[in-house]
């Protein structure tokens, strides 16, 4: 069967699609025969305890590492091939916010918008969005871990990518800033997500369509109900 | 992965040129006027140093096969090569150190060029295995062994040149006879020494090859083990919760 | 591309005028190397192809404490990911990478050459210009080169301390022998030119050699 070629303006029904997706890391398994898709414009929730694979479908997802069997295909792109086309069209927050230390939110921000090639003055207006502006010259190291993490969803954002992957988004920021977040990373921005969170409720709430791995397998996965709520819940068991 | 084809014949073919080279370099091959007999070591040392090269460059390109198709088996042929010339590399040395030590009455001449530039690209090469197996992930692993191979590879004959130009011409050669000049009888020694040489590089390669796959192959269908073990295991439990 | 490595280039420089790590580190090195040099040698001046020996062999090993930060900073920074989340050419990385490592290596060396030449060479370097300053700048880009291939090399394994200086020191062997071999004259008592031509040629010529094979393979090594 053959696909029909990608291009950068074509909007697939499934932002993202996985096919048996197995990732090794030496001599164990970190992602198992995963399979799933999520339709553009939906939210996918990941849940699983630690260890169960879900940093590690992410950062599959946001071409950081490679698919060892199976077929990805993200935005109509398959990885790992054509990863290239990818980069420039998601938005991925990791566990650790990836900021340089030394420099300053501005600095770092201005970084990424250059690598992006993103015009200086979205920097300015994240800045605000996040509520930093004035904070914008301090280095990172001065800023506190909730501060990082808005720098950081602001970097995610920064190049307007119709694909966003978010490892734990909450976790890090102060109560009195997560509101500030729901403009840039929440569903009404109409882009298609992938969250992976501890928080069962939140995840619910937020998603259209769930998962649950386990060791690397996927055992609940469904769309977003209590029912699904009460299997992702067993897992963490 | 299959190595073994034809590793015996390979190995009689060996042992039978290696037999006639012996017995050419001692019953055939006249003895060296100024040298006298420790000269013969020369029909081991030049050639073993020749095969190791190759091996070494070998190796490099092997590793642009494994870059450019992925496909495992020339990850450990690569590594296969790199290996074994390195062993190859301490025969080199040892003698040339002899031969050295005959001729010249000093174990180490730095006015030898060849000798010279190979203790270097012997000593990188001694970073090979240390540098890939400091690195956990097998891919990973075989990815960065590649561009060390390569960028090794490339550096021989770099090397060769530069330390070359550097040695002054003043300086006499320890080696004053290579394989252009030498007489017929030499000169036949000589080659056959240098395919037994190389058939037994060869040879102990396939077998090294040999080895590994069957090991990984062993390996891989006990982790398959392992894991269908598990998975009824996890299924037993999921199902009871 | 080669604005890429630009903007990564700018933002190495950056970094390294916060930190001031590596800088500090090699110029005190090599400050701190000659006055070894001084005791070890019990000599007051040095010149010809001893004081060359000194000379390269002190900025080689300048060199590699350089390399061995090279991408270690990145990941202790942090940022690294954002490099690899951008639409870029990853070739970029290594020449981005390469250039600062050749702005170090200059930086420190407008340091240290004044220090070399009033701690051991009694203040005569500027006989030896401006061909000199050819030879530093040609061996420079060498080492800046290799430099960053192994960098990336090493970037990734836990022995890094061991491997990058184990792997450098042979790979850098014939810019050290062209390097030594051409300045040797210039930093004689008169200073003259001998062969500079050919010295100079050879430097060329590995520089373009390794530029080609790092282009070759470097993006093999950030993939993952």
């Given at each position: 069967?053959?696909?029909?070629?990608?291009?950068?303006h074509?909007?697939?029904?499934n932002?993202?699609?996985?096919?048996?997706?197995t990732?090794?890391?030496?001599?164990?398994?970190?992602?198992?025969?995963v399979?799933?898709?999520v339709?553009?414009?939906?939210?996918?929730?990941?849940?699983?305890?630690?260890?169960?694979?879900?940093?590690?479908?992410?950062?599959?997802?946001?071409?950081?590492?490679?698919?060892?069997?199976?077929?990805?295909?993200?935005?109509?792109?398959?990885?790992?091939?054509?990863?290239?086309?990818?980069?420039?069209?998601?938005g991925?927050?990791?566990?650790e916010?990836?900021?340089y230390?030394?420099?300053?939110?501005?600095?770092?921000?201005?970084?990424a918008?250059?690598?992006?090639?993103?015009?200086?003055?979205?920097?300015?207006?994240?800045?605000?969005?996040?509520?930093?502006?004035?904070?914008?010259?301090?280095?990172i190291?001065?800023?506190?871990?909730?501060?990082r993490?808005?720098?950081?969803?602001?970097?995610a954002?920064?190049?307007?990518?119709?694909?966003?992957?978010?490892?734990?988004?909450?976790s890090?920021?102060?109560?009195?800033?997560?509101?500030?977040l729901?403009?840039?990373?929440?569903?009404?921005?109409?882009?298609?997500?992938?969250l992976?969170?501890?928080?069962?409720?939140?995840?619910?709430?937020?998603a259209?369509?769930?998962?649950g791995?386990?060791?690397g397998?996927?055992?609940?996965a469904?769309?977003?109900?209590?029912?699904?709520?009460?299997?992702?819940e067993?897992?963490?068991? | 992965m299959?190595?073994?084809?034809?590793?015996?014949?390979?190995?009689?073919?060996?042992?039978?040129a290696?037999?006639?080279?012996?017995?050419?370099?001692?019953?055939?091959?006249?003895?060296?006027?100024d040298?006298?007999?420790?000269?013969?070591?020369?029909?081991?040392?030049?050639?073993?140093?020749?095969?190791?090269l190759?091996?070494?460059?070998?190796?490099?390109?092997?590793?642009?096969?494994?870059?450019?198709?992925?496909?495992?088996?020339?990850?450990y042929r690569s590594?296969v090569?790199?290996?074994?010339?390195l062993?190859?590399?301490v025969?080199?040395?040892?003698?040339?150190?002899?031969?050295?030590?005959a001729?010249?009455?000093?174990?180490?001449?730095?006015?030898?060029?060849?000798?010279?530039?190979?203790?270097?690209?012997?000593?990188?090469?001694?970073?090979?295995?240390?540098?890939?197996?400091?690195i956990?992930?097998?891919?990973?692993?075989?990815?960065?062994a590649?561009?060390?191979?390569?960028?090794a590879?490339?550096?021989?004959?770099?090397?060769?040149?530069a330390?070359?130009l550097?040695?002054?011409?003043v300086?006499?050669?320890?080696f004053?006879?290579?394989?252009?000049?030498?007489?017929?009888?030499?000169?036949?020694?000589?080659?056959?020494?240098?395919?037994?040489?190389?058939?037994?590089?060869?040879?102990?390669?396939?077998?090294?090859?040999?080895?590994?796959?069957?090991?990984?192959?062993?390996?891989?269908?006990?982790?398959?083990?392992?894991?269908?073990?598990?998975s009824?295991?996890e299924?037993?439990?999921?199902?009871?919760? | 591309?080669?604005?890429?490595?630009?903007?990564?280039?700018?933002?190495d420089?950056l970094?390294?005028?916060?930190?001031?790590?590596?800088?500090?580190?090699?110029?005190?090195?090599?400050?701190?190397?000659?006055?070894?040099?001084?005791f070890?040698?019990?000599r007051?001046?040095?010149?010809?192809?001893l004081?060359?020996g000194?000379?390269?062999?002190?900025?080689?090993?300048?060199?590699?404490?350089?390399?061995?930060?090279?991408f270690?900073?990145?990941?202790e920074?942090?940022?690294?990911?954002?490099?690899?989340?951008?639409?870029?050419?990853?070739?970029?990385?290594?020449?981005?990478?390469?250039?600062?490592?050749?702005?170090?290596?200059?930086?420190?060396?407008i340091i240290?050459?004044?220090a070399?030449?009033?701690?051991l060479?009694?203040?005569?370097?500027?006989?030896?210009?401006?061909?000199?300053?050819?030879?530093?700048l040609?061996a420079?880009?060498?080492?800046?080169?290799?430099?960053?291939?192994v960098?990336a090399?090493?970037?990734?394994?836990?022995a890094?301390?061991l491997?990058?200086?184990?792997?450098?020191?042979?790979?850098?062997?014939?810019?050290?022998?062209?390097?030594?071999k051409?300045?040797?004259?210039?930093?004689?008592?008169?200073?003259?030119?001998?062969?500079?031509g050919?010295?100079?040629?050879?430097?060329?010529?590995?520089?373009?050699?390794?530029?080609?094979?790092?282009?070759?393979?470097?993006?093999?090594?950030?993939?993952d």
């Amino acid at each position: 069967m053959s696909s029909p070629p990608s291009s950068t303006h074509e909007t697939p029904s499934n932002a993202v699609e996985v096919e048996n997706l197995t990732r090794r890391y030496g001599d164990r398994v970190a992602l198992d025969d995963v399979s799933f898709s999520v339709p553009t414009g939906q939210t996918l929730a990941v849940f699983g305890p630690n260890g169960a694979g879900k940093s590690t479908l992410l950062k599959v997802l946001a071409t950081l590492l490679r698919p060892h069997e199976g077929v990805v295909r993200v935005l109509g792109s398959e990885l790992p091939g054509e990863a290239w086309k990818v980069r420039g069209r998601v938005g991925y927050l990791g566990h650790e916010p990836a900021l340089y230390r030394s420099l300053t939110a501005r600095e770092n921000l201005r970084f990424a918008a250059r690598l992006h090639g993103v015009d200086d003055d979205r920097v300015e207006e994240l800045l605000d969005a996040v509520g930093l502006t004035r904070r914008g010259n301090d280095r990172i190291d001065e800023l506190s871990r909730g501060m990082r993490q808005r720098i950081a969803a602001a970097r995610a954002v920064i190049h307007d990518p119709p694909l966003l992957l978010l490892d734990e988004p909450w976790s890090a920021i102060d109560p009195g800033a997560i509101g500030l977040l729901e403009p840039l990373l929440g569903r009404g921005t109409g882009r298609t997500r992938i969250l992976v969170t501890h928080d069962v409720a939140r995840g619910i709430a937020e998603a259209d369509v769930v998962i649950g791995l386990l060791a690397g397998r996927v055992h609940v996965a469904g769309p977003a109900s209590s029912a699904a709520a009460v299997e992702a819940e067993a897992l963490f068991a | 992965m299959v190595f073994g084809k034809g590793l015996r014949t390979l190995a009689l073919a060996t042992a039978a040129a290696l037999a006639l080279a012996m017995g050419l370099i001692f019953f055939y091959a006249p003895i060296e006027a100024d040298q006298g007999f420790v000269q013969k070591i020369f029909y081991l040392h030049v050639p073993l140093a020749i095969v190791a090269l190759c091996g070494w460059v070998a190796g490099g390109i092997f590793a642009i096969q494994l870059l450019r198709t992925g496909d495992r088996k020339w990850d450990y042929r690569s590594y296969v090569a790199i290996h074994m010339s390195l062993i190859y590399g301490v025969a080199v040395l040892l003698t040339g150190s002899i031969w050295a030590k005959a001729s010249w009455g000093h174990w180490w001449v730095w006015g030898e060029p060849t000798l010279v530039s190979f203790l270097i690209v012997f000593l990188l090469y001694c970073t090979y295995q240390p540098m890939r197996f400091s690195i956990a992930d097998p891919e990973k692993q075989g990815r960065y062994a590649a561009v060390f191979a390569i960028t090794a590879g490339a550096f021989v004959p770099l090397n060769f040149v530069a330390v070359r130009l550097a040695t002054p011409l003043v300086h006499p050669r320890v080696f004053t006879r290579v394989a252009g000049d030498l007489p017929g009888s030499m000169r036949l020694t000589w080659l056959v020494s240098l395919v037994a040489i190389a058939l037994l590089f060869v040879t102990l390669c396939k077998l090294e090859l040999t080895s590994k796959s069957a090991k990984d192959h062993l390996r891989r269908l006990r982790r398959r083990l392992e894991a269908r073990d598990e998975s009824a295991a996890e299924r037993a439990f999921v199902g009871a919760s | 591309m080669i604005r890429t490595a630009a903007i990564l280039f700018r933002k190495d420089l950056l970094v390294e005028v916060r930190t001031l790590q590596s800088l500090t580190a090699m110029v005190l090195f090599s400050v701190m190397a000659f006055v070894l040099f001084h005791f070890g040698l019990d000599r007051d001046t040095i010149e010809g192809s001893l004081a060359a020996g000194v000379l390269w062999v002190t900025l080689l090993l300048a060199t590699v404490l350089a390399v061995t930060r090279l991408f270690v900073a990145e990941r202790e920074q942090g940022g690294f990911e954002t490099l690899l989340l951008a639409p870029i050419d990853r070739t970029a990385v290594f020449v981005g990478k390469a250039a600062a490592l050749f702005a170090f290596l200059v930086s420190v060396e407008i340091i240290a050459l004044p220090a070399f030449d009033i701690l051991l060479l009694q203040g005569t370097i500027l006989d030896g210009m401006p061909e000199l300053l050819a030879v530093v700048l040609l061996a420079d880009v060498g080492l800046a080169v290799v430099g960053a291939l192994v960098a990336a090399l090493g970037a990734e394994t836990d022995a890094r301390e061991l491997v990058v200086p184990l792997l450098l020191m042979p790979l850098l062997v014939p810019v050290v022998i062209a390097a030594a071999k051409a300045s040797a004259p210039l930093l004689a008592e008169p200073a003259a030119s001998v062969h500079l031509g050919r010295w100079l040629l050879m430097l060329t010529f590995y520089d373009l050699a390794f530029v080609l094979v790092s282009l070759g393979v470097f993006d093999y090594l950030l993939e993952d």
